[in-house]
């Protein structure tokens, strides 16, 4: 199940994720719908960063950054999956959840994930400048906070960065 985004998702996207409801996703391939969501991001002007939620391998919610499309300076697309995996879910708390992320997170969605209590944390490419999760920082793993997150770092990390890359050559010509 996701929901569409607030400009609605495209009809790629919720094809992409309605097979895959049907069957349990691993890393990559739940990595290739998040990477669908970051090009979705980047149609729309924003930095292309794509997350999905999964509960036992199945897609609960897919999002992307919407910081441009509200306005919203907290409308990342880790936040934006939480909430909507918290409502299908009933719960705040998300032990049961895998969060693929296309980008390394920041401090702020790192903090997020560890409030939540995700269970799992997938990213593709590392984020050297803000990245909260093992690059500057890693909040994930840090025992003096109330949870730690087992992480998976560099799932297709090339074809994110790729995304990101291209994307800030583009606005930068």
């Not at 998040?34 to 919610?61: H, K, M, N, T, Y």
């Not at 939480?82 to 992320?101: F, H, P």
């Amino acid at each position: 199940m996701t929901r569409p985004s607030a400009t609605g998702s495209s009809d790629r996207a919720q094809s992409e994720t309605a097979q895959s409801e049907s069957t349990r996703l691993d890393d990559r391939s739940a990595m290739a719908l998040a990477l669908v969501e970051a090009s979705l991001a980047a149609d729309a002007g924003d930095v292309p960063v794509g997350a999905v939620a999964l509960v036992d391998g199945q897609v609960i919610a897919s999002r992307h950054n919407e910081r441009e499309q509200r306005g919203d300076p907290v409308a990342h697309a880790e936040l934006l999956v939480l909430q909507d995996a918290a409502a299908v879910i009933g719960s705040w708390r998300l032990e049961a959840v895998t969060l693929v992320v296309t980008l390394e997170p920041c401090p702020m969605c790192a903090g997020a994930l560890v409030a939540a209590r995700v269970g799992r944390l997938v990213f593709g490419a590392a984020d050297s400048k803000a990245g909260a999760c093992g690059s500057l920082y890693n909040l994930c793993a840090d025992p003096r906070l109330n949870h730690e997150i087992p992480i998976t770092a560099g799932v297709r990390a090339d074809e994110a960065a790729e995304l990101l890359t291209g994307f800030f050559t583009e606005r930068r010509a």
